[in-house]
């Protein structure tokens, strides 16, 4: 890999030989390098903000201008002092800092190198063989990253910058590892707005996209956790927060496709509930804390018998719970529905009165089949002149397309009035359903 503003190879940094370039970011440049001493590889990653620096003398580093000065110096302390901190790390699916050291007007720290591959090479490789990857699977990715997460943020820190290409899978035992923490971005945001305002679209949360610092915590970083995990479930990068909040704002609607969907079915909607769960749009129905996050992995509030309710979410109105399939309530209403007619076979009333039934009765019907009966009228003869079991035959027939059809015509008009399908969920009644959709979708 070039980078035209990287150190020139061969170059020495104290005991260190720079061999090549590994990555390069917003905040800095990552070199694979030989540690003369110790004769082993290690990996270095240089201060150097595209926006401020330059290279002067293929080594030093300056600002580019007078004016980018202060903000220069005040990334280079903080870059310094999260690598202090980053240095008290002693996790195995953290990146292991070493050392750290100033030199060339800039700074520097040594990491370790692992032989491996990007979680973003991984899944461009199982796109390309149209690989198949279990829940199992993910869930040996997610779960030490949420471990790692506890740990940084239990420090005070966060990472801000989770995304594929930042997620790093060890050859030697697949464990995860997180990099590229951009380090002069723990702190300098609210002093800069150009360092802080660089992100990476799909992946930072709506909060963000704002200067301040002062709406973000460990739920930016679940976020952008999640919104990995959605592209690796899916192969697509999600949806940029903006646009979702935009969205969800003027259309009530979230532009981001179903998860569930998506993955038509390939994993447990336990676990795809705690995905949504972590890349909710507001801030506040995020998990808080890596640990609550990690607990909603752990229960499945769906219960495994019961029946089986569609709760549908409106911004405004709330949730509404529908049950699939056939609903005997709407039975029984159908048939109390049709009872006049019946009432007036059993009371003899027929004629005219008879007729104008006929009539609505096909009217119905036409309205549940869909298919429109011209000859209303002459069927209401047939009835008219027929035994009083067919009226009774009529009546169960339509009690029973109701029963069955009622819950998707009720779950049909909730859609056009604004609402939005958020959970399948099994419960014993409605009012549970709700309550486990909310709580799956906090």
């Not at 940084?152 to 923490?181: T, V």
């Not at 009530?252 to 705690?274: E, H, R, W």
């Not at 429109?372 to 035959?393: K, T, W």
Request: a neutral charge; glycine letters at 6%.
């Amino acid at each position: 890999m070039e980078h035209s503003t990287a150190l020139p190879l061969g170059l020495k940094l104290r005991e260190y030989k720079i061999l090549k370039v590994l990555g390069h970011g917003a905040f800095g440049i990552t070199y694979l390098a030989v540690d003369k001493n110790l004769n082993k590889m290690v990996a270095i990653k240089e201060y150097f903000p595209n926006d401020l620096a330059v290279r002067i003398d293929y080594c030093q580093v300056a600002p580019k201008t007078l004016h980018d000065t202060k903000d220069y110096n005040w990334g280079l302390q903080q870059f310094l002092n999260e690598a202090k901190i980053l240095a008290t790390f002693d996790h195995p699916n953290i990146v292991k800092v070493h050392r750290f050291f100033k030199m060339n007007s800039t700074a520097y720290f040594v990491m370790d190198y692992a032989v491996g591959r990007s979680l973003g090479e991984a899944i461009a490789e199982i796109e390309t063989n149209n690989e198949e990857i279990s829940e199992q699977d993910v869930k040996q990715l997610l779960f030490p990253l949420i471990d790692a997460l506890k740990i940084i943020h239990d420090k005070g820190c966060l990472h801000r910058d989770i995304k594929p290409a930042n997620i790093y899978i060890r050859d030697s035992d697949s464990q995860p590892m997180l990099l590229g923490f951009g380090a002069a971005r723990f702190s300098v945001g609210q002093h800069s707005k150009s360092i802080s305002a660089i992100l990476t679209p799909g992946y930072a949360p709506v909060e963000q996209y704002q200067s301040s610092m002062e709406n973000q915590g460990p739920w930016t970083d679940i976020y952008a956790l999640a919104a990995t995990i959605y592209k690796l479930l899916t192969g697509q990068i999600p949806v940029d927060a903006f646009t979702r909040y935009v969205a969800i704002s003027d259309k009530n609607q979230d532009a981001l496709p179903s998860i569930q969907q998506i993955s038509k079915g390939q994993f447990s909607t336990s676990f795809l509930n705690a995905i949504v769960y972590g890349l909710n749009i507001q801030k506040e129905k995020r998990p808080q804390s890596a640990l609550e996050w990690q607990e909603a992995f752990k229960k499945n509030l769906s219960p495994k018998t019961g029946k089986q309710f569609e709760v549908y979410e409106h911004p405004v109105s709330g949730y509404q719970a529908v049950k699939k399939g056939f609903s005997w309530p709407l039975f029984i209403s159908g048939l109390l529905l049709f009872l006049p007619i019946i009432l007036l076979i059993i009371l003899g009333i027929k004629k005219m009165w008879l007729h104008i039934l006929a009539v609505i009765i096909t009217t119905i019907v036409s309205v549940i089949i869909g298919e429109v009966f011209i000859e209303s009228v002459l069927l209401g003869e047939v009835l008219i002149s027929g035994s009083d079991i067919m009226f009774y035959a009529i009546a169960l027939i339509l009690a029973i397309l109701y029963g069955f059809f009622g819950n998707k015509w009720h779950a049909s008009s909730l859609v056009k009035k604004g609402y939005t399908l958020v959970d399948i969920v099994k419960s014993q009644n409605a009012e549970t359903a709700v309550a486990i959709a909310v709580r799956n979708n906090m």
